[in-house]
């Protein structure tokens, strides 16, 4: 028992040890910049596992609940003055109530057709943001959004203090999943992607169970969004187009679908690859489609799975000497 | 919500199109005691059970349980009123063990949400710890307890249907409705099956219903049998009298052997 409480407590410590370690250690602020969007990304990949991994649909209206937290934290601070810390839960509400009835008619559907519902839903999302202009600045985009002010001693204007702040709302994502996932609602979530038959033979009502995974999903989606609006300064329509959910789809399905590390794995991963790989813009399609076929037939599991199974092998060997 | 109950239909009837699969069907299932359903294949069986738990709304009749009108209902709520079923292929989680399975099971008598989970309540640690001895009691019950920890994906035939049936009385219910509970299984297995299904309605006091096709297994465990036979009910009454009744001879072997 007591090398399994080492070997969580190793697989929890250094990587956040290396996180918080990371701003110095580099020393580079273009690569903390490109952190802090993987972590405000991983927090929306985090969502979509939670419709896609545990109760078994994929939502193609992610990254639209992502640009509707991203410019309603950017319409509410830029134009009316309201401050970050207000105007994000505000978004995250106005998000998850929009997610609520968006679900009632998309969760009538399942699997390919809710898959095809939300992409709808997500093209309309983009084409009302697109024209909204009085209010959303319709295909240029919101510009000037203030970073996050203050918590007193705090100030997040730094590009390091940013940081710290994203990996804060990181770390309190993965754990609002783990716990949820740890608990009877998640057994529920589990019970219903398996056989949504037997769920609800044992008293499961499965309507409310994918109701609840989509608003928590969508809530998630607006955390991330927020964050990115007011970190990046400005927000424009593609941040919530059809395009970014197949990417955050394919961090997700790099990292590994349904597993925990899975969402950051991939999306870090991926994401840094891209910047490495800046040069090809036009060919990262083509990079990374290859990869994604490449992982989805060997690790199945994804590359966090695979992790998990050689992180298991190695310290178990460790401890058994 | 505990001891057995009474399920009771009435002139039941389900239609898919032109079809009859449940046809004007009266039945009563005796608290506490094993009632059997058989009939050839296609006899409308398992959409009968589908009727009374909930999965099809039915398109004429009634579905009492204890007098409650439960017909029409969505299958959470009719399990939520005291009706569990297994199904004829078992639907388990692989991936997880068994525990975890039959815990599920203790989810209707639960109330933490979200946001208990997410703070980990007092709640929420209270029932997690109850719906894990209630789901250990339920294993422990059907002989299966030893298996606690280990992958659905990794135990046996035999050892899957002895966790769904945990599962479905980890559900607390007064009526367990099983679809074919010994298919796939072998002789010595069924009856290892066989006893457990009776102490569920002796010592649980639970109200059995069971659709089967093996006979032996019927006709040694039943209390009562009704005979479906292209959606209608042909025989009812105790299995030796089933087992001589020229009508069901007659659907089982087609009616012209005798010309």
């Known amino acids: ?38 972590y405000v990304t991983a927090i929306a990949v985090y969502g979509l596992n939670v419709m896609l991994g545990y109760t078994g649909q994929l939502s193609l209206a992610h990254a639209g609940f992502y640009g509707i937290g991203g410019y309603t934290v950017g319409i ?14 505000i978004a995250l509400a106005f998000t ?14 399942r699997h390919d057709y809710f898959a095809i519902f939300t992409l709808a839903v997500g093209v309309m999302i983009v084409i009302v943001i697109e024209r909204w202009e009085s209010l ?10 203030p970073a996050p002010g ?18 804060a709302f990181l770390v309190f994502t993965i754990y609002v999943v783990w716990s949820l996932m740890h608990s009877l609602v998640g057994r529920t979530f589990l019970a219903v992607r398996n056989s949504e038959e037997l769920a609800r033979a044992v008293g499961i009502d499965a309507g409310r169970t994918h109701q609840l995974s989509f608003v928590i999903s969508a809530a998630l989606a607006a955390l991330g969004g927020g964050l990115y609006a007011a970190f990046s300064g400005s927000i424009g329509p593609d941040v919530g187009d059809v395009p970014m959910t197949f990417n955050m789809l394919v961090y997700l399905m790099i990292g590994g679908v349904a597993s925990l590390p899975g969402p950051l794995v991939g999306t870090i991963l991926i994401m840094g690859l891209m910047q490495a790989l800046q040069a090809f813009q036009e060919y990262t399609l083509m990079i990374l489609g290859p990869i994604l076929i490449l992982v989805v037939v060997f690790f199945p599991g994804g590359l966090a799975g695979q992790g998990k199974v050689l992180f298991e092998r190695l310290t178990r060997r460790e401890a058994d000497q | 919500m505990s001891g057995a109950a009474t399920l009771r239909v009435e002139q039941l009837g389900m239609s898919f199109g032109g079809l009859k699969a449940v046809d004007q069907v009266d039945l009563e299932v005796p608290a506490g ?10 006899a409308g069986k398992t959409t009968f059970f589908n009727v009374v738990a909930g999965f099809y709304a039915p398109t004429a009749g009634r579905v009492l349980i204890d007098d409650e009108d439960v017909s029409g209902l969505p299958p959470h709520k009719v399990a939520r009123l005291g009706v569990a079923r297994t199904f004829q292929t078992t639907q388990l989680f ?20 979200v946001f208990d ?11 997690e710890a109850e719906s894990r001895e209630n789901a250990l009691e339920a294993l422990e019950f059907t002989g299966a307890r030893d298996l606690a920890d280990v992958l659905v994906a990794n135990i046996s035939q035999e050892a899957r249907k002895r966790v769904a049936v945990a599962l479905a009385l980890a559900t607390e219910p007064r009526v367990l409705l099983l679809d074919e509970p010994a298919a796939g299984i072998n002789p010595h297995e069924t009856e290892g099956l066989t006893a457990l299904i009776r102490s569920v309605a002796v010592e649980r006091g639970v109200t059995v219903c069971l659709v089967e096709h093996k006979m032996r297994m019927v006709m040694d465990l039943a209390d009562h049998v009704a005979v479906l036979n292209y959606g209608k009910k042909i025989a009812e009454g105790p299995p030796a009298k089933i087992r001589s009744d020229p009508k069901v001879i007659d659907a089982y072997l087609g009616a012209d052997h005798d010309a």
């Open chain 1, 1 to 38: 028992m007591g090398s399994a409480h080492v070997r969580r407590a190793v697989a929890l410590g250094v990587p956040l040890v290396l996180a918080i370690l990371f701003p110095l250690l580099v020393n580079n602020p273009y690569l903390v910049s490109v952190a802090v969007s993987a």
């Open chain 1, 76 to 89: 509410l601070t830029s134009d009316y003055g309201f401050s970050f810390w207000l105007a994000l839960p």
């Open chain 1, 96 to 109: 998850s109530l929009l997610g609520h009835l968006i679900g009632l008619a998309a969760l009538r559907t």
């Open chain 1, 136 to 145: 959303t600045g319709g295909t240029d985009g919101l510009i000037g959004i």
């Open chain 1, 150 to 167: 203050s918590i007193g001693p705090l100030s997040f204007t730094s590009l390091n203090s940013q940081y710290y702040l994203a990996l």
């Open chain 2, 33 to 42: 005691k094993i009632t059997a359903i058989i009939g050839p294949n296609g």
């Open chain 2, 94 to 113: 692989p991936a997880a063990s068994v525990l975890d399975n039959v815990i599920v099971g203790r989810r209707l008598h639960t109330r933490s949400n």
């Open chain 2, 117 to 127: 989970a997410v703070l980990r309540s007092r709640r929420h640690r209270r029932e």
